[in-house]
């Protein structure tokens, strides 16, 4: 199952991008988090969020309630999936490479998989569990697996509960969930350096490199200046491919007929 976060305000300058590109191949199974009805998206994909989490901004409070809306899309379709995976609209997905990695891991056990946040694990002293754990920055893409979700259960099950344990901890949502994952049920981070977001400020800076590994790659963070693929090929005239992720697609997944006349013309 794929969650994507996102907000109406950034219809046109995010979430246009994605649905173009990797949530075509996986519509059937994308839902979204969002604070007002989108265009294009039909009512049973898409959870609301704006008369619980008040005002949409970039904050502690509305973060952490939008991810609580993100449990509530996972337990709603708790028994269809084997693996629940949260995505920003800021992000690209390699799903076919996404997919393949899930499938080497046993989905019957526990499972948080992300990109660590820090170089270090977060120094934890206070009570309760005051040990230091790791978190998969929410920016990345995270991907829990249904014994996870259901492990979590207690703690998500309701919105004020979850922001509440945010709000509490002083945690953004992504350190509250590393920090109920290792705190309350010992589960450690599995973390994939496959998955990136636009922390890491040196990932589209090497040419050589990126153009050598992107296909291994499972998410990849976009937004301007120049944090998108910009060395890649400009397959799309740059009016229609802001941020190059329709070349990215189409180099990826070159079976798509669109993408065939694109790669050869
Ligand atoms: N977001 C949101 N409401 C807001 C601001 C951000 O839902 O008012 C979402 C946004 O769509 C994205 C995520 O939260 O999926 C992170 O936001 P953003 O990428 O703007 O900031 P970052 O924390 O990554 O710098
Ligand atoms: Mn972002």
């Avoid at 259960?153 to 509960?161: E, H, K, V």
Wanted: overall charge positive.
């Amino acid at each position: 199952m794929y969650v994507v976060r996102t907000s109406s305000r950034f219809y046109r300058t995010r979430l246009q991008h994605v649905l173009q590109t990797w949530i075509s191949l996986v519509s059937q199974h994308a839902y979204f988090v969002t604070d007002k009805l989108l265009p294009s998206i039909s009512h049973d994909h898409l959870i609301l969020t704006d008369e619980i989490c008040g005002q949409d901004k970039h904050a502690m409070d509305t973060l952490c309630c939008k991810t609580a809306h993100d449990f509530k899309l996972f337990h709603r379709h708790l028994t269809n999936y084997d693996w629940f995976c949260h995505f920003d609209d800021d992000q690209y997905v390699n799903t076919r490479k996404l997919e393949e990695y899930l499938s080497t891991l046993d989905s019957n056990r526990p499972y948080y998989i992300g990109r660590n946040s820090w170089a270090k694990a977060l120094a934890r002293r206070k009570e309760p569990f005051p040990y230091s754990f790791w978190f998969a920055t929410l920016g990345a893409g995270v991907c829990l697996s249904k014994p996870l979700v259901r492990l979590l259960q207690p703690y998500t099950q309701n919105i004020s509960q979850f922001v509440n344990g945010c709000l509490k901890e002083n945690y953004h949502d992504d350190i509250y969930l590393g920090f109920l994952i290792f705190g309350y049920l010992n589960i450690t981070l599995t973390k994939n350096n496959q998955f990136h977001s636009h922390l890491e400020k040196d990932f589209y800076n090497d040419k050589q490199k990126f153009l050598e590994t992107f296909n291994e790659q499972i998410t990849f963070g976009f937004g301007l200046p120049n944090y998108y693929p910009v060395f890649l090929p400009n397959l799309y005239e740059s009016r229609l491919d802001r941020y190059r992720l329709r070349s990215l697609h189409c180099l990826l997944n070159p079976h798509i007929d669109e993408c065939q006349m694109r790669i050869h013309k």
